[in-house]
Each structure stands twice: as C-alpha cells, then as structure tokens.
C-alpha cells in the first residue's frame, strides 16, 4: 500500500492532487453524515420505548427549547426530521459517488494519452524493441485498471473513516463489548487478509501476464492472416488462444470469489456474537428490556460497519489484485525519453555520412560502415563500401562512387 501511494503521487499532477484533497474533505463529511444517521436512530427508538425520558437530560432541554405540548409532537417531530435527514443523506451520497466516478474514469483518459504520448516520443531504435500489443495493452487496459485501483483507494478511505466514526460511538455507549466485538472481528479481519491477500496479488500478475499474450496473440494473428491460410494452423492458433482465455478466466473467477468470502465470514461472526450477548443477559438478568435500546444500537451500527469492513478488504483486495497496472504505467511514464533538437539545419554546401551502421537489434545489423555524401544542389555522391544484411540473412557489399 505505501509503495503504490508513494508511486501515485509521482503519476499525479497538481490538479489531481487537489481534487483528490475535496474528495477527502467529502469523504469525511460523509463519514459523519453516516454516523449522525445511526446515531440518532438510538434516542428515537428510547423515547418511543419511554416517553418519561423526556423529563430529563438533554431531551428535557430540547423539549423545553422548542415548546412541545406532549411527547407525541416531540416523537412526531423527530420522526419527520430523521426522514428529511435520510432524504438528505442519500442525495448526498449520490453526489459523493458522482464525484468518484468522474475522478477515476477522468485518470482512465489522463493515463491512456500520457501512455500514447510517451510511446510516441519513444527513438525509434527504442519503439522497435517493444511489442506494439504490449502497447497497446497498456494504453488500453493497464491504465484503466490504474483508475479502478484509484477508486478502491478512495472507497478505502471512504469506509475506513465511516468505522472510525461509528467505532468512536459505539465506545461511548459501551466500551466493553466494543472491544470484545472489536477484538474478535479484528483478528479475524487481520486472518483473513493475509491469507487471502496473498492469494490476490498472484492472480493479479498472472492476469496481466496473461492479458499481455492474449492480446499480442489476437495482434500477430490478424497481422500474418494470409500465412495463417496458407499453412492451414488455423486449429493451433484457436488452441493457443482459448487456452490463454481460460486462464485469464480462472483468475478473474478466483479474484471473484475471493472477494466474497470475508462478507460471509464477518457477519456470521459479527450476529452471532451479538445474538450471543443477548442470550447471555437473558440467561443472566431473565429480563433483556434495559439493554433494548443499546442492543438496537449495535444492531444498527453493526449493519453498517460489517458491510464496510466487506468494502474495505474488496478494495483492498482490488489494490494488491490490480498492482502490476500501477506498476507498468509507472515504468512507463518515468522512463527517461532522450530529447531531440528542434534547431533549424541551414544546408549550405553538403550532407556527409561517414562509416554510418545502423541495427535493430545487436545481433542483427542492417548496414555496416555506410558513407554518403549529398551535395548542394543536384550533385549526389555516394563513396565509399557498405555492407547490407538481406532478411534471407545475405551479404550484400557495394562500393562504389557515384557523380
């Protein structure tokens, strides 16, 4: 994780970063609104249980502050205010999501042209070397997936600070069944990210691996059709592709299903352990009445705090699976392009070219101690011996001196 924000930060331009800072502010603001939402629900359900405790406390102040007559109006009035809050909330979180998506799939097109604009700027002894499906792939993908992994972080932070929120207030209402609740979730919340973590990130490299040879495969295909009819391997190269395809395939259904195991784990775990402390009362007390509302309370808060340890493994999950896009984009981006000269060349008397070799590969020279001479005007020389490989792996040796 410190790795990939370190990265990120790199990647990210100073526009990014600010936007990114007014999605934390609304991130926070909506841990907030969500924790006022669950919060509130707890004095309602107590003064519909028990109206006498608007005698006291701080219901006593508002129900003073504001005149009710009885507590039906005041019951009334809490209700209808809740309502318009819950209206409120989920505007807002419409809102909240809207900026979201516009951000992630806005660094899918800020990724993919600086991706194109590098490659382009790429010597061409450089651009020679790669595959142009890799290419492809990354602009394509790679940096898609680097704006899906830039929403699981912001959905990261966005739940981790709604449990924070939520965790605070269930300290305040009883701190010793918060630890122990907390206690037992955290450690198998702890279990099963290393387990499955692990599991994650492999999938993860295989994907883009795969991904990679899926693509160029599909590329050199379409490329080299009229050999492909000619020598009728049209079975082998199907072969090679669906057996590329259903491992690109494993790994998404193992990614998948991954995601969907801590969910099952961690509320079974968390409803049971609440059934659990009620059974205990009971058998203990014989009357649960008293604990009702704080009981309620923790229903509720648990209702949405397991989903939101749910989100944060998936997205967390989401960032180990999608790694090796941040990865390759970032080694991309960084590489060090040699710049080019932009300076106008005045042609004043001639062009010499003098032992000129040229290779693609070191392995593989093109033209060896080549020497050319171009004269101002209509005059062409060509002095000197060259040497031309030929694709059938020839020789070919000139030399000679034109006029």
Same mark, same amino acid.
């Given at each position: 994780?410190?790795?990939a924000?370190?990265? @990120?930060?790199?990647l990210?331009?100073?526009?990014?970063?600010h936007?990114?800072?007014?999605?934390?502010?609304?991130t926070?603001?909506l841990?907030?609104?969500?924790?006022?939402?669950?919060?509130?629900i707890?004095?309602?359900?107590n003064i519909?249980?028990?109206?006498?405790?608007l005698?006291?406390?701080?219901?006593?102040?508002?129900?003073?502050?504001?005149?009710?007559?009885?507590?039906?109006s005041? @019951?009334?009035?809490f209700?209808l205010?809740?309502?318009?809050?819950?209206i409120?909330?989920a505007l807002?979180?419409?809102y909240y999501?809207?900026?979201?998506?516009?951000?992630s799939?806005g660094?899918?097109?800020?990724?993919?042209?600086?991706?194109?604009?590098?490659?382009l700027?790429?010597?061409y002894?450089?651009f020679?070397?790669?595959?142009?499906?890799?290419?492809t792939?990354?602009?394509?993908?790679e940096?898609?997936n680097?704006?899906?992994?830039i929403?699981?972080?912001?959905?990261f932070?966005?739940?981790?600070?709604?449990?924070l929120?939520?965790?605070?207030?269930?300290?305040?209402?009883?701190?010793?069944?918060?630890?122990?609740?907390s206690?037992v979730?955290g450690?198998?919340? @702890?279990f099963?990210?290393?387990i499955?973590?692990?599991?994650?990130?492999?999938?993860?490299q295989?994907?883009?691996?795969?991904q990679?040879?899926?693509?160029q495969?599909?590329?050199?295909?379409?490329?080299?059709?009229k050999l492909i009819?000619l020598?009728g391997?049209?079975?082998e190269?199907?072969k090679?592709?669906a057996?590329?395809n259903?491992k690109?395939?494993?790994s998404?259904?193992?990614?998948?299903?991954?995601n969907?195991?801590?969910?099952?784990?961690?509320e079974?775990?968390?409803?049971s352990?609440?059934?659990?402390?009620?059974?205990?009362?009971?058998?203990?007390?014989?009357d649960?009445?008293?604990?009702?509302?704080?009981?309620?309370?923790?229903?509720?808060a648990?209702y949405?705090?397991?989903p939101?340890v749910n989100?944060i493994?998936?997205?967390?999950?989401?960032?180990?699976?999608l790694?090796?896009?941040?990865?390759?984009?970032?080694?991309?981006?960084?590489?060090?392009?040699p710049?080019?000269?932009?300076?106008?060349?005045?042609?004043?008397?001639?062009i010499?070219?003098?032992?000129v070799?040229?290779?693609?590969k070191?392995t593989?020279k093109?033209?060896q101690?080549?020497?050319?001479?171009i004269?101002?005007?209509d005059?062409?020389?060509?002095?000197?011996?060259?040497?031309?490989k030929?694709?059938?792996?020839?020789?070919?040796v000139?030399t000679?001196?034109?006029?």
């Amino acid at each position: 994780m410190k790795e990939a924000v370190a990265k @990120l930060n790199i990647l990210l331009n100073r526009d990014h970063k600010h936007s990114l800072f007014f999605l934390l502010i609304m991130t926070i603001t909506l841990s907030m609104i969500e924790t006022i939402g669950i919060s509130a629900i707890m004095p309602f359900i107590n003064i519909a249980a028990n109206p006498d405790v608007l005698s006291d406390g701080y219901y006593k102040l508002l129900y003073d502050f504001f005149d009710f007559q009885n507590s039906s109006s005041f @019951l009334i009035t809490f209700g209808l205010v809740l309502i318009g809050f819950y209206i409120f909330r989920a505007l807002y979180n419409i809102y909240y999501w809207y900026r979201i998506n516009s951000f992630s799939f806005g660094m899918y097109q800020f990724f993919g042209n600086r991706l194109f604009q590098s490659y382009l700027s790429m010597p061409y002894k450089t651009f020679v070397n790669k595959n142009s499906a890799v290419l492809t792939k990354n602009i394509m993908t790679e940096a898609q997936n680097l704006s899906a992994l830039i929403q699981h972080g912001l959905t990261f932070v966005s739940e981790l600070f709604t449990i924070l929120f939520l965790y605070t207030l269930l300290l305040l209402v009883d701190w010793q069944m918060t630890l122990v609740l907390s206690l037992v979730l955290g450690v198998k919340v @702890l279990f099963l990210t290393k387990i499955l973590s692990k599991i994650v990130k492999k999938e993860g490299q295989n994907r883009s691996y795969i991904q990679g040879k899926f693509i160029q495969l599909i590329t050199e295909t379409f490329g080299n059709f009229k050999l492909i009819k000619l020598y009728g391997n049209e079975s082998e190269v199907y072969k090679s592709l669906a057996e590329m395809n259903q491992k690109y395939i494993h790994s998404s259904i193992i990614y998948g299903t991954i995601n969907q195991i801590p969910r099952g784990v961690l509320e079974t775990l968390g409803f049971s352990l609440l059934i659990g402390i009620v059974l205990y009362i009971l058998y203990g007390y014989d009357d649960a009445s008293f604990v009702i509302p704080i009981i309620s309370m923790y229903a509720i808060a648990l209702y949405r705090i397991l989903p939101a340890v749910n989100r944060i493994m998936i997205s967390y999950n989401g960032i180990v699976f999608l790694q090796k896009s941040l990865d390759i984009v970032h080694k991309d981006l960084t590489m060090e392009i040699p710049k080019e000269g932009n300076q106008p060349i005045n042609f004043e008397q001639n062009i010499v070219f003098q032992n000129v070799s040229f290779e693609h590969k070191d392995t593989i020279k093109i033209l060896q101690s080549v020497s050319l001479t171009i004269c101002k005007g209509d005059r062409v020389a060509f002095i000197g011996e060259s040497v031309i490989k030929h694709a059938d792996g020839s020789l070919w040796v000139f030399t000679c001196l034109c006029q």
